[in-house]
């Protein structure tokens, strides 16, 4: 496997808290990290270049979708074969990206999904737990994809398949296009398992169960407004 | 007749400000003689009526309210898709911006020498 060729997004708005330690823990295991700050009004973007990853910052705040799309154009220009996108929060692990892509590699799909309920979840709520099910019930009705994970932001894409499809929705309701992209266009793709992990630090941020239920709004939105 | 002097006024504003406004002559045209029909019917209210039985509809008003929301849900749908066209062209600039922009490791002690 060549690691060169395997580029991490990270998007990250106010992460200066975790920035530093989430970029270091990602090169232990990847050369390439790209953070990009989504306009973020504090040193998210310096300590994030100083952890050594490339940095593109947002001249005005898009959303998380917006983020990851600018991220994954900037691999694609620098070559990137394998396109990982990890939440900046520290949620997820980074011993779990090179497994995950052996995975995406061996099974030949366009990308490979993170799940959190074929592997394993660290202090999830039991409100959010619902709000996560009701989303997958959601996805299912409305796309036709089987998923038991519909709302993770750690995923593996293919360069061929990050050619094709291109994140339309600035904010949450990305999440729901791709998958939406998926079931249309009859993407070959793989479930992972991976471990979600829910910190004190990523449920002030914005994890919270009352967060959920706006997900599942931005889910909705994302559908109709398609 | 104040309500109907102030209607007149306003809706012969709208036929000059479409002149100016609307760029496709044909929507302009239309858009124009709905509102100088708009001014006739302001004066003429029984005439709507008239128009209103032809299409089934028992009432004047009842058919100006009709066309009235039909009117107000296109004019809102237009200005979502320009919204959606505007915002899908902002998030392209600032994208472009960025990756314009992109600071790679080695440029960090140019960055540092910059703040310092």
């Known amino acids: ?226 | 007749m104040i309500l109907a002097s102030f209607l007149t006024v306003f809706f012969v504003f709208m036929v000059f400000y479409s002149a100016i406004s609307v760029r496709r002559a044909i929507a302009r045209y239309v858009i124009q003689a709905v509102y100088i029909l708009a001014v006739f019917f302001v004066w003429n209210p029984n005439h709507t009526t008239i128009i209103a039985n032809y299409f089934g509809i028992g009432r004047g008003l009842d058919f100006v309210l009709v066309i009235f929301s039909v009117a107000i849900l296109n004019g809102t749908f237009f200005i979502i898709t320009h919204l959606n066209a505007q915002h899908r062209s902002i998030s392209r600039l600032a994208r472009h911006i960025a990756i314009r922009d992109a600071l790679q490791p080695a440029s960090l002690d140019k960055v540092m020498g910059l703040k310092e």
């Open chain 1, 1 to 226: 496997m060549n690691e060169s060729n395997v580029w991490v997004v990270i998007a990250a708005y106010n992460e200066e808290q975790v920035i530093g330690q989430t970029v270091s823990h990602v090169f232990e295991h990847v050369e390439k990290v790209i953070v990009v700050d989504d306009c973020s009004s504090d040193n998210t973007a310096m300590l994030a270049l100083t952890a050594g990853a490339h940095v593109l910052s947002h001249p005005i705040n898009l959303g998380q979708g917006g983020a990851l799309q600018t991220g994954i154009q900037y691999a694609l220009k620098q070559g990137a074969e394998y396109i990982v996108t990890f939440d900046a929060d520290g949620q997820h692990t980074a011993t779990e990206i090179l497994p995950m892509l052996s995975a995406l590699q061996k099974s030949q799909s366009g990308i490979a999904l993170g799940s959190r309920f074929i592997g394993k979840t660290i202090n999830l709520s039991t409100s959010r737990w619902w709000v996560l099910k009701l989303a997958i019930i959601f996805t299912r009705l409305t796309s036709g994809i089987k998923l038991t994970d519909v709302h993770n932001g750690f995923r593996i894409m293919s360069r061929d398949f990050c050619e094709k499809f291109e994140f339309k929705q600035n904010r949450m309701a990305h999440a729901s296009e791709i998958l939406n992209y998926i079931s249309s266009h009859k993407i070959k793709y793989i479930e992972y398992p991976v471990t979600i992990s829910y910190t004190e630090y990523s449920i002030t941020k914005g994890q919270k169960s009352s967060n959920a239920l706006r997900v599942l709004m931005e889910l909705f939105l994302g559908h109709i407004s398609k």
